[in-house]
């Protein structure tokens, strides 16, 4: 596929079919991840697969509750990536401490695209979640606690065809050439 339709074809996935997802397609989802670019090459990541249904059950009921109940499309996902962030190299966390940038989570948001990307490869939708509750989470799964879960991505069959219109600001909108405007 060409590179700007993979891109138009990524979309967030909400809602899947029954059906699971085999385990060769997500291991090629979270090669394009290992094959991402980092800070210092730090590959500072970590990837849990929950595909067990009571485990991926579990995993998705920390997305939501009956107040905020955005994410209840989670537990329709049969499958639940973790990300969880790894301190590999010392460089990139002493360098972004003093240029106060979290080099880790740019890494692990590059990461995440690619396993969405290749996703769509594989005839796939995902969705990126970042609202969970990390401590019952890392209970859940074994984490330690002192490491951090920066991302989950729900993984599955969509049970629609249909790409959407992106809702996006328009191009000039969004830059300029030589200086700030
Ligand atoms: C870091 C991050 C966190 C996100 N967290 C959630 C989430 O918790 N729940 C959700 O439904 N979508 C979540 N999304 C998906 C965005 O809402 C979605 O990417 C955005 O609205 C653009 O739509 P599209 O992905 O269909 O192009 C998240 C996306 C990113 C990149």
Request: glycine content about 4%; hydrophobic content about 40%.
């Amino acid at each position: 596929m060409a590179f700007l339709e993979l891109v138009s074809k990524r979309q967030s996935v909400r809602d899947y079919l029954e059906k699971p997802v085999e385990r060769e397609k997500i291991e090629r989802c979270l090669e394009a991840a290992r094959l991402a670019p980092s800070a210092c090459n730090s590959q500072p990541w970590k990837f849990i697969v929950v595909d067990d249904p009571n485990l991926k059950e579990a995993v998705a009921r920390e997305t939501f509750s009956s107040v905020i109940s955005f994410n209840r499309f989670t537990l329709k996902a049969p499958a639940i990536i973790i990300i969880v962030s790894e301190n590999r190299k010392l460089l990139p966390q002493i360098g972004g401490a003093i240029k106060d940038k979290p080099y880790h989570l740019i890494d692990v948001g590059i990461a995440a695209e690619h396993i969405c990307l290749q996703a769509v490869e594989e005839g796939l939708g995902t969705c990126m979640v970042g609202w969970f509750n990390e401590s019952p989470l890392k209970k859940l799964l074994g984490i330690p606690e002192r490491k951090r879960i920066e991302l989950l991505i729900t993984i599955g069959y969509p049970s629609a065809e249909a790409i959407r219109k992106k809702n996006r600001i328009e191009l000039p909108g969004i830059y300029s050439y030589n200086k700030y405007e």
